[in-house]
């Protein structure tokens, strides 16, 4: 019996990795691609500089532009910002519910976008994380039309990740590949604060 079940996997295993070369095959193309990395659940900002630390271990450069988030005390910025070929810039000055003030997280986020563009325009920098860029987009600080259009326009093989909740229709259609990382439970609705090398 244990024989006719190692082949029926062995067969089975062998059917699965026809299917997954044949599409490894035909995938072919190489592009710059767009991914954006949404939904309510911990984990998207994290994901992004996964993607970050993959592309410098590549020897490419790394751009990332933080929005929203005002803070500069956190340990992916204390790590990432350390090293050679990154450019790591927080352009926010926290939660709109922090300022308590439109038309400073308008001129905020409109000062900030001119930073990220300039990372989108070079070349040189192969990856761009631009981390919770939705907030500004959902919020009406930013225009939606003007930033897919520059994110569009960039050079051809450069990769950007778009992270933060309620990703715009527009935005996922626009995208390469498209992640919702939901909400089952979290430690914060159990009175936990936020943990160092975790959360922060």
Known sequence: MTVDKNARHASRMARKKAVIDS????ANQEKGLLLVLTGNGKGK??????MAARALGYGMKVGVAQF??????????????????????????GFTWDTQDLERDIHTAKAGWEIAKKMLQNPEVNLVILDELTYTLNYG?????????????????QHVVVTGRAAPQVLIDLADTVS???????????????QPGIDL
């Open 23 to 26: 599409a490894i095959e035909q």
């Open 45 to 50: 900002s994290s994901s992004a500089f996964g």
């Open 68 to 93: 929203i988030k005002g803070r500069s005390d956190t340990g992916e910025e204390a790590f990432f910002s350390a090293l050679p070929n990154v450019e790591w810039h927080v352009l926010g000055e």
């Open 141 to 157: 600080y930013l225009e939606t039309s003007e930033i897919l259009a520059d994110i569009a326009a960039r050079p051809p093989m």
């Open 180 to 194: 919702e990382i939901t909400d089952v439970k979290h430690a914060y609705r159990a009175g936990v604060k936020a």
